[in-house]
């Protein structure tokens, strides 16, 4: 169990802010399977939050999505105490500050990765959040542009100083592709500098990664990214086996956890929202399949959901055999 703030994680896993992916539909069906400790929004920036309405596909969600944690993509430090407003407004649990998104049009714009090379503005951009909430306030950064323990040490330091309540390290240079092997000890390093919990991101795709980066880093948390989309019931693995939650057993059917997808996007998302993310969402979930590059193509080439539906069960009728990889 990890306390930040008045806020419990139980257990220390947190779903990461994916764009296209973490919505309501995905958070509603991991909720279903089970194991997450912390939800998250995609990223969402912090100038449209405030007048982005509540039925927006960015902001929908359930009850039960809880707790929730927004992230903010802000350039403008001018911006965060209307968007802090919005998530107070929506009931949401943390806010998280993007402070690691190496995309070029984010970078463009000042946000993301672009912000920790202004120190200055950085420690006025986080103080400024600061001081509009009592919410917990985390960040996930990045371990910057090049492997420099005295600059990243200062960052860390500079976020903890200011107030932010958790950091979570994605353990990847700017430039590294996802592909590249996670720099997990590097998470290790950023804990011992730090009081405030520090959580493990990057490349955790089965309870045996888990287990190595738990290692290897010795990180309060874990935040799984494509891996919860790959294999929706990893929360539910990693809490049981590593963090010993009870919870009901897990049965594992594949077909079922895609078609609760699609009802999910169906009863959350508007007609011409949903056909998207659905692609989005396949073009993860089918890499468990030996074949999966054919479900993902036929998804990809479906006009619709309902076509979409019938090449999935199709796919299904005939690769369901196939044991799931460990
Ligand atoms: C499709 C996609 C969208 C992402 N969007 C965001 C985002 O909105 N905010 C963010 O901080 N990181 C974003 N990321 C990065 C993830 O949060 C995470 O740091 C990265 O995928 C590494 O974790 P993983 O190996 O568990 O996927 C995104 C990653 C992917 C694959």
């Known amino acids: 169990m990890l306390a930040i703030r008045n806020l419990r994680l139980n257990p220390p896993l947190l779903l990461a802010p994916m764009a296209g992916l973490t919505h309501s539909a995905f958070r509603s069906l991991l909720l279903q399977l089970g194991g997450v400790g912390l939800f998250s929004t995609e990223m969402l920036s912090a100038r449209r939050l405030p007048v982005e309405n509540a039925a927006s596909p960015f902001l929908v969600s359930t009850e039960a999505e809880h707790p929730l944690s927004y992230q903010l ?14 998530v107070l407004q929506l009931e949401g649990d943390a806010i998280d500050l993007n402070l690691g998104c190496p995309a070029p049009r984010v970078r463009y714009f000042g946000g993301g990765s672009r912000l920790v090379e202004d120190t200055d503005y950085l420690r006025q951009l986080v103080a400024e959040a600061r001081a509009h909430t009592s919410l917990p306030l985390t960040a996930k950064i990045r371990l910057g542009e090049q492997l420099d323990e005295a600059r990243l040490k200062s960052l860390c330091r500079l976020l903890e100083g200011e107030g932010i309540d958790l950091l979570t390290v994605h353990a990847r240079l700017r430039k590294e592709p996802f592909s590249r092997k996670p720099r997990w000890e590097w998470v290790g390093k950023v804990k011992n500098w730090l009081s405030i919990p520090v959580v493990a991101n990057g490349g955790i795709f089965s309870v045996e990664d888990g287990r190595r980066c738990l290692a290897l880093s010795g990180a309060d948390g874990l935040m799984l990214g494509r891996g919860a989309a790959i294999r929706p019931w990893l929360f539910h693995e990693i809490a049981s086996q590593l963090y010993a939650i009870d919870l ?79």
Not at 73 to 85: E, G, R, S, T, Y
Not at 270 to 289: A, D, I, N, Q, V
């Open 248 to 326: 009901p057993p897990l049965t594992i059917d594949r077909p079922a956890i895609y078609f609760s997808f699609i009802d999910q996007l169906e009863e959350r998302f508007r007609p011409e929202r949903r056909l998207g993310r659905l692609k989005e969402f396949t073009h993860y979930f089918s890499r468990t399949y030996p074949f999966g590059l054919w479900l993902a193509s036929a998804v990809q080439t479906s006009s619709s959901v309902a076509e979409a539906r019938e090449r999935a069960a199709d796919f299904f009728s005939r690769n369901e055999a196939q044991p799931i990889p460990a």
């Open 73 to 86: 993509l802000v350039a403008d430090k001018a911006h965060l105490p209307a968007a802090i407003d919005k």
